[in-house]
């Protein structure tokens, strides 16, 4: 089975090329790619919205599966009150052929960055999908600033095994509810040393902390975040949950 663990689908996700390409890049009037304000790297795009349009930038296709489960996450920063974010997933057959699409609205902070998770579940019939971020409302203007766009392309069998031994001796992962996760941190050994570890929080309304040593919080992944920590050379992981029981899954490679 091929391995694309927690690599990015999308290319120029943080738009680091200065170009949109392959972003499609419609209505966006005064729309750039540009250096002065970003989130990470030295560029970030730039959506302007005119009043009577919908700007949005898209990408795709991908190839999925009916049932899969697709996390997107993204950093986005408002100017002053403006026309809502929208993250969009539209699906299509195998022939290309437009089926669906799934929406939710990303709220971000004004004047700052924020960052924004949703998971996506692909209907069935669809074989492909494309990621699109729309400023909409035709009635009002507004400038998004969008940064850093991530969706891991994880295959049917890894991202939603119940729980499944390895594949290999270098592949772990476990979609649990409470399993090893209480309000005190408990281990999971992967048998081998990561270079690469994703967390996704299942829960709808609790956080999970993670530690490298069992003692100091390492990190916080919120409800619905999904958290991809590369060049990770470790043998395990400590989990503790917020109240304790918490839907998560884990991958490491």
Not at 9 to 20: D, H, I, P, Q, R
Request: hydrophobic share 40%.
């Amino acid at each position: 089975m091929q391995n694309y663990f927690a690599k990015n689908v999308l290319k120029n996700a943080g738009f680091e090329s200065g170009t949109w390409a392959p972003w499609v890049l419609s209505n966006g009037i005064g729309s750039e790619v540009q250096s002065t304000i970003k989130k990470a790297g030295t560029y970030a795009a730039k959506l302007v919205k005119s009043a009577g349009s919908v700007t949005k930038i898209a990408q795709g296709k991908y190839p999925c599966y009916p049932t899969q489960r697709i996390p997107v996450t993204l950093w986005g920063r408002d100017v002053d009150t403006h026309p809502y974010t929208v993250l969009k997933l539209y699906f299509y057959d195998s022939e290309d052929g437009f089926i669906i699409y799934l929406y939710i609205q990303a709220n971000f902070p004004i004047n700052s960055w924020g960052n924004f998770t949703h998971t996506f579940t692909v209907p069935s019939g669809v074989a492909k999908f494309e990621v699109a971020i729309e400023m909409v409302t035709p009635a009002q203007e507004g400038i998004t600033y969008i940064d850093s766009v991530f969706c891991p392309a994880i295959p049917l069998p890894v991202l939603n095994a119940d729980l499944k031994p390895a594949s290999s001796s270098n592949h772990y992962w476990r979609d649990q509810v409470g399993t090893a996760l209480t309000s005190s941190f408990a281990v999971q050994i992967f048998g081998f040393q990561s270079q690469e570890i994703l967390l996704i929080n299942d829960s709808a309304t609790n956080y999970i902390e993670f530690s490298w040593e069992g003692a100091a919080v390492n990190g916080k992944i919120y409800a619905g975040e999904v958290l991809s920590l590369g060049n990770q050379e470790r043998e395990s992981i400590y989990l503790r949950g917020q109240a304790g029981g918490e839907a998560y899954r884990i991958i490491a490679n």
